[in-house]
């Protein structure tokens, strides 16, 4: 849909519920007939994450799952229509409300779950700290540019590439409660390093960025994340926030992992990455009693 200035123009003049029907439809029907290597290796990935399912239900999660993101794709035209408390549904809101609220820099991090440009967007609508996306472009020059074009009506100002890290630094000590969000599971290499799903590896990418910046600034960490419960709506999980003044990286991961990293799998359904990893790799297979704590 990115790489298709017409179709993503029609899902702009649709209605927004329409056009994230449509859009659904057109993942699951013709989207994963057309990247069989990437509907391989999330079966192979949600087989060894999920090994108690019996195989029909996996397959059923597998399918929602190309709904979801073709949902999400089409929703991308509309995301300023959904940014409103009818579509987005605050768990504890009145919590919510009072972190934001609340005193100092903050660091957001979350997975790419459910839809997490409408997670951004809606934190930008929610508070009135300055914030600050990290992103990287997509490797299609055409895609990277229909993704700037859309983002740039709802995300506010994002940072990526060359110049990234004093760009972020300069933002979260120069203005007052400065918010920087950040995916933790970016992909490299059709790898996660984040979550960990109990594999012994050292933090890396944007987790290991995040930490960093936390210590140097004095952030607190806000693990977050937005899952769809019917159509174009959404509820927001929030987890308290994670103090690095008086708690350890390794206490700070395993946080992470128990929440972020429990949703991933909880919700696989609506986990991207599960089709751009092989778990499959050495040093990457978690643990073989890893879904026993899913059951």
Request: net charge positive.
């Amino acid at each position: 849909m990115l790489s298709n200035p017409f179709l993503f123009a029609l899902m702009r003049h649709l209605p927004a519920p329409m056009a994230s029907s449509l859009g659904g439809w057109l993942s699951a029907h013709v989207a994963r007939r057309n990247m069989k290597l990437r509907d391989a290796r999330a079966r192979a990935n949600l087989a060894i994450l999920r090994p108690d399912l019996p195989e029909a239900e996996r397959e059923a999660i597998l399918t929602r799952r190309w709904v979801n993101v073709g949902r999400t794709m089409a929703e991308l035209a509309n995301i300023d229509r959904l940014v409103n408390d009818a579509h987005v549904r605050v768990i504890d809101a009145a919590g919510y409300s009072q972190v934001l609220d609340g005193p100092g820099p903050m660091i957001a991090l979350t997975c790419h779950l459910g839809n997490w440009d409408l997670l951004a967007a809606h934190i930008k609508w929610s508070t009135d700290r300055p914030g600050l996306g990290v992103y990287e472009d997509p490797e299609d020059p055409r895609i990277a540019a229909q993704l700037k074009k859309a983002r740039s009506s709802y995300m506010g100002e994002a940072i990526g590439g060359e110049g990234a890290a004093r760009g972020v630094l300069k933002h979260l000590t120069q203005k007052d409660r400065a918010t920087l969000y950040i995916l933790a599971d970016e992909r490299r290499e059709r790898q996660v390093w984040f979550p960990t799903f109990g594999r012994p590896l050292t933090p890396s990418g944007n987790l290991s960025i995040a930490l960093r910046l936390a210590r140097k600034v004095g952030a607190r960490i806000l693990p977050f994340y937005l899952l769809r419960t019917k159509g174009p709506r959404f509820d927001l999980h929030w987890h308290a926030p994670l103090d690095p003044r008086n708690m350890s990286d390794a206490a700070i991961i395993a946080a992470l992992d128990a929440y972020l990293g429990a949703a991933c799998v909880a919700h696989a359904d609506q986990w991207l990455a599960l089709h751009d990893m092989d778990l499959t790799m050495e040093g990457h297979r978690p643990p073989c009693d890893f879904a026993a704590d899913q059951r």
